[in-house]
C-alpha cells in the first residue's frame, strides 16, 4: 500500500512538472532558446539545418528534391519529414501544441494557418517582411502572390500566418471524349442540377464509366471539403452571428439530399473514395465528370495519365450563391519554438518565391508547376500554352471568397473548410454522419440532428458565446 | 507454480527487480498519467482555455453519448467472431497441415506469412489492390462474372474488418495449435486408428482434448491483440462509414487526433482498460476452470 | 487402402490451395511492386517488370530508416531477452511471497492498448529529451516485449521437470550455474520463439513509431506512411515499400517456422 501511494505521489509531481512546461509555454520556449544559444554558434560555421514537417503531396516530394539546390547555395541542410496527410496533421499539431518543438517550419491546410498563429504556435510573417531590406522586399514580391490566397493564409488579427507552396480552388473537370460520344456539352457556368444532369446521363457502371467521381470518404478533410462547397452553394452554413449553430435549416437539407443523389451516379462503393480514389479513377478515363481540387488539373495533364488532352474544365457549381469555389491547399509556417527562424524564413521565401516556380518548370515540366499561388505564374504564356487548365484554375482562385464563404455573414471565415480549432473534431462527426446518410445506415432527420448538436456543444464549450 | 519451496533463500528478487521496476516505469507511469488526464478538460488546439479540472464529466460524457455503445457493441462483436473463427479455422488448417508430402514445409510457412508482415500494409493492399470496387481486383473479378461489385467497406465495413483480423491473425492460432498438433504422440494416433475412431471423432474425442492447452495460449494471446487491434481499421475503413467499424481504439485515437480533446480520450482509454481487464478476466476464469 | 492413398493426395492438395489462397494478398502485393504505376491497377500476371518502383523507393532516406529499424529491434529484442529470461527464472523456481500474482501483473499490462497512454508517453520522453531518440522506442519496445516474453517463458520453465532441477542441485550446482548450464539449454527454442515473435512486434510497430520520431530515429514503417496517401497515386511504390518492408520478417519467417514451432511446443513437454 504505501508504495502505492507513493507511486502515485511520484506521477502525480512529475504531471505536475508537465503543466508547468504547458502553461508557461512562453517562457518555456525562451528558456530553449537561450539554452540552445551556444550550441547555434557553434553550428554557425555550416550555416545550421531547418527541419520541414511536411504533407506528401506531389508539389513537396518536388520540394523536397530540389531542396538540395538550396543547400548548394546556401550550406543550409534542410530535413524532411513527409508523411500522409492524417499523420502529419496530427504530428505538427503535436509538436506545436505540446511543446516539443522539433520543427522550424511546418506545412498546414488552410483552415489551420490562421488559429495556429493565434495559438502563439507559429510566428506572424508579417514583422518578418517588414524587416527585410528593400531589394528583398521587391525580389520576394508579396503582392504577387494572390490576394484571396493571401487571405486565406491569414489570421484574422494577426495578419499573415503562412505562405502557399501551392494553392488551389475547385472546379469541374470533365471528359471531353465521353461528352462528345454522347452529344452532351458543359455549360459555360454549370448549376449543381446541370451537373447532376449530365452526370446520370453518362452514368454507365456496368461498363466501367461512373457519371462523376466526387469524393464520399468520410473525413473533415475528405468529403467534407466537397460538401462544405456545396453546402454553401445551396445557402447553408454552420453558426449564425451569434454563433448559434444553424445546420437544421431547409438549405442544408437540401444540400445533403443533393449529395447522396448525386452519389448513386458517382463511383461505386462512394464512401470509400477519397481524394486520391476518385482522382485515380477520372485519370484512367473511369468518370465522366470530376469535381475536385484544381491540382488535379496537372495530375490529368501529366504523360501517365490516360485521360490527357481530353479534359474540358469548368468553374465551380452553383445553386443559390455564386462564387462557390474553395480555397485549399498548403502553406508552410515558422514554428514559434524554432530555433534558426532566420534560416527558417530565407528558405520560405526561396521555396515560394519566382524563381522556384521557374526552377520547378525547368526540371519537372509545365504540369508540374506550383499553382494557385502568384499571379505572374499565369501570365507566363509558356505555361497557359502548356496548361489549357491554368486560365480556369486562375478565375476560381481569384473569385473563391474566404470572407464571405456563405450567402448571410458568418461569424467565421474559410470556404468549405471553417477557420476553426474545433472544426478537426466536429467536422469529423459531421463527415461520419454524412456517410452513414449516404450509405443508407441512417435518415436524414436524424444525421441532421446529431450533426446540430455537435455543433452546438463544440460553441458552448469553446466559449464562443460569451 | 512454484517449484522453489524447498530451497534456500537467496536474492532472487535481485533478478526480477529490474524486469519489475522496468515495465512499472514504462506501462504504469504512462497510464497513471492518462487516469489523472481523465478528470481534466483540456483542447490542445484551445491553449487560451486553458487545462482545467473536469471532475468526472468525461466520464459522464463518454458513457452518454450514442457513438460509445455502438462501438463497444462492434468491439464485442470483433472479438467474439474472431476469436471463434480463427480457433475453428486454425484447427481445421493444423489438422489438414499435419500430414507429410513434398513441400509440406514450405506450404505451411506461406499459410503464416500473413501475421509476419504489417497490418497496415496488408491492409492498404486489401484496401486498394483488393477489394476496392472501381479499381482493385473486386471490380475486374465481377465484371468477368457479370455481377455488382461487392461493397465491402461501404456496406459491409464491419464484416470486411472481421474478415481481415481473421485472415491476419488464424496463421498466429494456427501456428500454436500445429505445434500441439506435432507433439501429438504417435502412440495415442495408433491406438485411435485401432480403436476404428474416424477422422472427425478422433479430432473431438483425442487431438482437441490433448491440444487444449495449446488452445487456451492461443486464445488468450489472439485476445489480447484482437481487443488492441487499431492498424486495420485505420487503413482501411477508418472506422467508417459513420462509426459502424471503430472499435475502442479506434475511437480513443479520434478523440485524440481529431478532437484533441486529451481529458475525454483519457476517459476512453480508462473505460477501455477496464473493460479489457473485465473481460480477460472472465476468460481467464473461464480457462481456468476447464482446466482443473 | 487405394481410397485412402487418393484421399490423402487430396486433402495434401487442399491444403496447398488454401496456402496459396491465403498467401494471395501478399503475393500481389509484391508483384505488383514490379509493375510500372499505369499497370498496377490491372489485374495480370503478364507484364514487362521494372525496377522503377524500387528505384524511386530505395532512396538515401530508406536505408536511413533501415538502419533505425534494425537497429531498434535487434537493441530490444536483446534488452528484453537479458530482462525476461532472468525473470521468468526467478519466478519459477525461485522462492518469492506471491510469484503467481507478480506473474499476473506481467501479463496484464500487456492489456494496455498504445493509444491509450500516447500522449502521456510523447509528454514524458520529452520531458526527459529523449524524443527522436532511438533509446526512447527501445525503451517503449521493451516496455511490451518484457512482459510477454516473461508470460511465454515462464511457460516452459514450468514444464522443465523437477527431477532435472534437483539433479542440477545434486551434482553441486548453485542455482545460477543450473540456471546458465542446464535450463537455458532446455528452454533454447522456447526462448528463440518469444524472442522471435518479439522481434516481428517490434518491426512492425507504427503507433510509437511515428508519435515520438521526427527525423533522427524513425523506422520503416514510418516510411511506408509516405505511400500511404491521401494525395497522389503511388500504388506502385506503396507495393515496393511494403514489399521491403515485409521482406526481413518473411525470410525470418521462412527459415524459422520449424525452430518456431518447436519452441512452441517445447512449452507443453510433460514432466
Given amino acids: 500500500m504505501k508504495k502505492k501511494v507513493l507511486s502515485l505521489i511520484l506521477a502525480t509531481a512529475m504531471v505536475g512538472t508537465m503543466f508547468v512546461g504547458c502553461g508557461g509555454s512562453d517562457s518555456g520556449s525562451d528558456n530553449k532558446d537561450s539554452g540552445s544559444d551556444g550550441k547555434e554558434t557553434e553550428e554557425s560555421g555550416d550555416a545550421g539545418e531547418i527541419k520541414v514537417a511536411s504533407v506528401n503531396n506531389d508539389a513537396m516530394v518536388i520540394m523536397e528534391e530540389l531542396s538540395k539546390k538550396y543547400t548548394e547555395e546556401t550550406g543550409t541542410k534542410v530535413t524532411f519529414t513527409i508523411l500522409s496527410e492524417n499523420e502529419i496533421r496530427s504530428k505538427i499539431t503535436q509538436d506545436v501544441g505540446l511543446g516539443g518543438g522539433e520543427y522550424d517550419l511546418v506545412t498546414l491546410g488552410t483552415s489551420d494557418m490562421g488559429t495556429y498563429l493565434d495559438n502563439g504556435w507559429t510566428e506572424a510573417l508579417d514583422p518578418m517582411f517588414d524587416a527585410l531590406s528593400d531589394e528583398e522586399k521587391s525580389e520576394y514580391d508579396l503582392d504577387d502572390v494572390f490576394q484571396s490566397v493571401r487571405t486565406s493564409c491569414s489570421s484574422e488579427t494577426k495578419g499573415l500566418a503562412a505562405l502557399p507552396f501551392y494553392s488551389e480552388s475547385t472546379m469541374i473537370c470533365y471528359n471531353k471524349e465521353i461528352f462528345e460520344s454522347k452529344n452532351l456539352t458543359m455549360p459555360e457556368n454549370p448549376t449543381w442540377e446541370d451537373i447532376y444532369d449530365l452526370a446520370s446521363q453518362c452514368d454507365d457502371k456496368a461498363n466501367g464509366v461512373a457519371g462523376i467521381a466526387i469524393r464520399g470518404l468520410a473525413g473533415y478533410g475528405e468529403n467534407m471539403y466537397i460538401f462544405g462547397s456545396i453546402m454553401n452553394a445551396f445557402g447553408g452554413q454552420y453558426y449564425d452571428m451569434d454563433w448559434n449553430a444553424t445546420y437544421d435549416t431547409p438549405e442544408v437539407k437540401e444540400a445533403w439530399e443533393f449529395y447522396k443523389k448525386l452519389l448513386t451516379v458517382a463511383e461505386d462503393s462512394p464512401t470509400t473514395c477519397g481524394y486520391t480514389e476518385c482522382l485515380n479513377l477520372f485519370a484512367q478515363g473511369k468518370a465522366a465528370i470530376y469535381y475536385d481540387a484544381t491540382v488535379s488539373a496537372g495530375t490529368f495533364a501529366k504523360d501517365d495519365s490516360d485521360v490527357k488532352g481530353k479534359v474540358g474544365y469548368a468553374p465551380a457549381p452553383t445553386a443559390k450563391k455564386e462564387n462557390t469555389g474553395t480555397i485549399g491547399g498548403w502553406g508552410i509556417a515558422i514554428t514559434a519554438g524554432s530555433k534558426n527562424k532566420d534560416a527558417a524564413f530565407d528558405f520560405l521565401r526561396w521555396a515560394t518565391s519566382k524563381e522556384y516556380v521557374k526552377l520547378v518548370q525547368e526540371e519537372k515540366g509545365f504540369p508540374s508547376t506550383p499553382s494557385g499561388t502568384r499571379v505572374s505564374t499565369y501570365e507566363n504564356q509558356e505555361y497557359l500554352d502548356a496548361c489549357d487548365f491554368a486560365a480556369t484554375t486562375k478565375i476560381a482562385i481569384e473569385t473563391a471568397d474566404a470572407i464571405h464563404p456563405a450567402i448571410e455573414d458568418t461569424p467565421y471565415t474559410g470556404n468549405s473548410l471553417p477557420n476553426l480549432p474545433e472544426y478537426s473534431s466536429w467536422g469529423e462527426t459531421l463527415a461520419a454522419e454524412l456517410a452513414s446518410y449516404v450509405s443508407g445506415q441512417k435518415d436524414l432527420d436524424a444525421c441532421i440532428a446529431d ?11 469553446g466559449g464562443y458565446r460569451d | 507454480m512454484n517449484k522453489a519451496n524447498t530451497k534456500k533463500k537467496d536474492h532472487s528478487t535481485r533478478v526480477l527487480l529490474p524486469a519489475v521496476i522496468f515495465v512499472a516505469a ?48 462492434n468491439t464485442l462483436i470483433i472479438i467474439v467472431v474472431c476469436l471463434v473463427l480463427c480457433t475453428v479455422l486454425a484447427i481445421l488448417l493444423g489438422v489438414l497441415f499435419n500430414r507429410k508430402f513434398p513441400g509440406g514445409y514450405f506450404f505451411r510457412t506461406l499459410l503464416v506469412m500473413p501475421y509476419f508482415v504489417m497490418d497496415s500494409v496488408v491492409g492498404i493492399v486489401w484496401k486498394t489492390l483488393l477489394l476496392n470496387p472501381s479499381m482493385g481486383l473486386n471490380y475486374y473479378i465481377s465484371k468477368f462474372f457479370g455481377f455488382q461489385p461487392i461493397d465491402f467497406f461501404g456496406k459491409h465495413s464491419l464484416a470486411t474488418v472481421v474478415i481481415l483480423i481473421i485472415w491476419q491473425w488464424t496463421p498466429f492460432f494456427f501456428l500454436i495449435i500445429m505445434a500441439g498438433l506435432q507433439n501429438i504422440p504417435d502412440d495415442v494416433i495408433e491406438s485411435a486408428k485401432i480403436d476404428g475412431a474416424n477422422g472427425f471423432r478422433r479430432l473431438v474425442s483425442i487431438d482437441i482434448p490433448i491440444i487444449k492447452k495449446h488452445i487456451i495460449t492461443a486464445m488468450t494471446l489472439g485476445l489480447i491483440n484482437i481487443l488492441k487491434v487499431f492498424g486495420l481499421v485505420y487503413v482501411t475503413t477508418q472506422g467508417g462509414p459513420g462509426v459502424s467499424s471503430a472499435n475502442l481504439p479506434y475511437l480513443t485515437y479520434r478523440t485524440v487526433f481529431y478532437d484533441w480533446s486529451v481529458g475525454r480520450a483519457a476517459a476512453i482509454a480508462v473505460v477501455t482498460v477496464a473493460i479489457t481487464l473485465f473481460i480477460t478476466q472472465k476468460f481467464f476464469k473461464a480457462t481456468n476452470k476447464d482446466e482443473e | 487402402m487405394k481410397k485412402a492413398k487418393i484421399k490423402y493426395a487430396l486433402l495434401c492438395l487442399l491444403a496447398v490451395v488454401v496456402a496459396l489462397v491465403w498467401v494471395f494478398p501478399i503475393f500481389y502485393m509484391i508483384i505488383s511492386s514490379f509493375k510500372a504505376e499505369a499497370d498496377v491497377v490491372v489485374p495480370g500476371f503478364i507484364f514487362s517488370p521494372t525496377l522503377e518502383n524500387y528505384q524511386t523507393v530505395l532512396s538515401d532516406t530508406f536505408f536511413q530508416y533501415l538502419g533505425n529499424s534494425v537497429m531498434i529491434t535487434i537493441g530490444t529484442v536483446i534488452v528484453t531477452v537479458l530482462l525476461a529470461v532472468p525473470a521468468a527464472y526467478a519466478l519459477v523456481f525461485t522462492p518469492l511471497k506471491d510469484p503467481n500474482n507478480v506473474y499476473f501483473w506481467f501479463v496484464s499490462t500487456t492489456f494496455l492498448p498504445a493509444i491509450a497512454v500516447i500522449i502521456p508517453v510523447y509528454l514524458i520522453f520529452q520531458r526527459i529529451g529523449l524524443v527522436d531518440n532511438p533509446l526512447a522506442l527501445i525503451i517503449l519496445y521493451c516496455g511490451a516485449g518484457v512482459p510477454l516474453m516473461i508470460w511465454l517463458v515462464t511457460n516452459f520453465f514450468k514444464e522443465v521437470p523437477m527431477e532435472i532441477v534437483e539433479a542440477a542441485q545434486l551434482d553441486g550446482c548453485n542455482r545460477w550455474q543450473a540456471f546458465w548450464q542446464i535450463m537455458i539449454p532446455l528452454v533454447r527454442n522456447g526462448i528463440f520463439s518469444a524472442a522471435l515473435l518479439v522481434f516481428i512486434i517490434t518491426w512492425n510497430e507504427f503507433f510509437f513509431a511515428v508519435t515520438i520520431t521526427y527525423t533522427e530515429s524513425a523506422t520503416l514503417p514510418v516510411y511506408m506512411s509516405k505511400y500511404m496517401t491521401q494525395q497522389g497515386y503511388f500504388w506502385g511504390k506503396m507495393c515496393a515499400t511494403g514489399t521491403l518492408i515485409c521482406i526481413i520478417p518473411i525470410i525470418l519467417g521462412f527459415f524459422t517456422q520449424k525452430a518456431l514451432v518447436k519452441g512452441l511446443t517445447s512449452g507443453s513437454v510433460k514432466g
Fill in chain 1, 451 to 461: 450533426c446540430q448538436s455537435a455543433i452546438d456543444t463544440a460553441a458552448e464549450d
Fill in chain 2, 26 to 73: 514504462v506501462t504504469q507511469i504512462p497510464f497513471v498519467v492518462t487516469i489523472i488526464f481523465s478528470f481534466l478538460k483540456w483542447n490542445v488546439k484551445r491553449p487560451d482555455l486553458g487545462i482545467k479540472f473536469n471532475g468526472i464529466k468525461n466520464f459522464v460524457d463518454v458513457l452518454t453519448a450514442k457513438n460509445f455503445y455502438i462501438v463497444l457493441k
